[in-house]
């Protein structure tokens, strides 16, 4: 059966998929991640199948998931399962007679073994991700709702960041305040880093106390409709001696950080982008402090394509790409920096749309 209501995103983002199988020639597709079956469908539940087919596209899930189904998902006919699920999709493809079933290529070992016994079977890389990546008027809504929520959040607890605080209680703030700006899911564990810890890009906040002199990485993100945001800014803690080479590596990568941004244009590579921050930092003498990528993709997930990386040369920037910029320099026994910021590419440019100053704050 079909829901009542119709969804114009949802019903425009599943004709895509249709397009794009056939242009591949590619018949049935079974779609296993959640996330690209909210995208596509609406669907928030925990256990769902897509299978886009003869034109058609079909939703399985489970009695649990019965109402909900109706009620949020879009542009395709609902099938409720029975016991296993895996067989039940077996069944329905069997008697439309499908022979040759294309399967996302993150699908587990043992589902695929399941579907090999009967089909001809071809995996698909990135199919739904490569539609996800150019994000429409409101994805980007909500992703800049979501900025606007992490950015509110951090402003409200900055005043009780101070010295003799620690990462964990930093951390719990932060987390407290974004709960109370309407944020209904942190998008992942906020890096709350001070001192030495700050050196490691990924550090889990401690009960390292904030001293004078410390070098503070706090990385958080917010959320909006399912949909994340993601930024970075580095503090130095007052007071302190020795500061100067704290304050070098900062002035680095905030001039690595305007650069890649700077840089970014419409039909360039990934790997171009990349390149604007990390020759700027290897010509500054810390090429081997920096070792992650400078950006990534988000949306729907904190991780998700452009990975604006070395070696993601194939990869050409487009419209309404949204993505990270965030070169760092991390040096062991002195400290870290990083400075994360979220863009959008609009025309021949990017719009930079995370707002919070960039330049060194002293607490």
Not at 47 to 64: I, N, Q
Not at 139 to 153: D, F, G, M, P
Not at 312 to 334: A, L, R, S
């Amino acid at each position: 059966m079909l829901p009542e209501q119709t969804d114009d995103n949802a019903i425009c983002r599943v004709d895509k998929l249709k397009a794009w199988l056939s242009s591949k020639r590619a018949g049935a597709f079974l779609i296993t991640n959640l996330t690209n079956i909210k995208y596509l469908t609406g669907f928030t539940g925990s256990s769902g199948y897509l299978l886009a087919a003869g034109g058609k596209a079909y939703f399985f899930t489970d009695f649990r998931y019965k109402e909900q189904s109706v009620a949020e998902t879009r542009s395709c006919d609902i099938m409720i399962t029975k016991k296993d699920a895996i067989k039940f999709i077996i069944n329905f493809l069997e008697k439309k007679k499908i022979k040759n079933l294309s399967f996302e290529d993150t699908i587990s070992y043992r589902t695929y073994a399941q579907f090999k016994q009967r089909f001809q079977l071809r995996a698909l890389r990135d199919t739904v991700e490569n539609i996800r990546i150019k994000k429409d008027a409101e994805e980007l809504r909500h992703i800049k709702i979501a900025v606007q929520r992490a950015e509110s959040a951090l402003e409200e607890i900055k005043p009780r960041i101070k010295a003799g605080v620690t990462e964990k209680a930093i951390a719990s703030m932060l987390g407290e305040s974004l709960k109370a700006q309407g944020v209904e899911k942190i998008p992942f564990d906020i890096i709350v880093a001070a001192g030495r810890h700050s050196s490691m890009p990924h550090a889990r906040p401690t009960e390292k106390v904030l001293e004078k002199g410390d070098l503070l990485i706090i990385d958080w993100g917010g959320e909006s409709g399912g949909y994340y945001s993601d930024m970075t800014r580095t503090f130095l803690i007052g007071g302190g001696n020795d500061l100067g080479k704290k304050k070098e590596i900062y002035d680095i990568v905030l001039k690595a950080n305007k650069r890649a941004r700077d840089s970014i244009t419409k039909g360039q590579s990934a790997a171009d982008v990349d390149s604007a921050a990390r020759t700027l930092i290897a010509a500054a003498g810390f090429g081997r402090y920096f070792g992650h990528s400078t950006g990534h993709g988000i949306g729907m997930e904190v991780h998700e394509q452009p990975y604006i990386s070395a070696v993601n040369k194939k990869q050409k920037i487009e419209e309404n790409m949204v993505f990270t910029i965030e070169p760092g320099i991390y040096i062991p026994d002195i400290g870290g920096v990083r400075i994360e910021d979220m863009v959008c590419v609009t025309g021949q440019s990017a719009e930079t749309i995370t707002n919070l100053t960039r330049n060194l704050e002293i607490l």
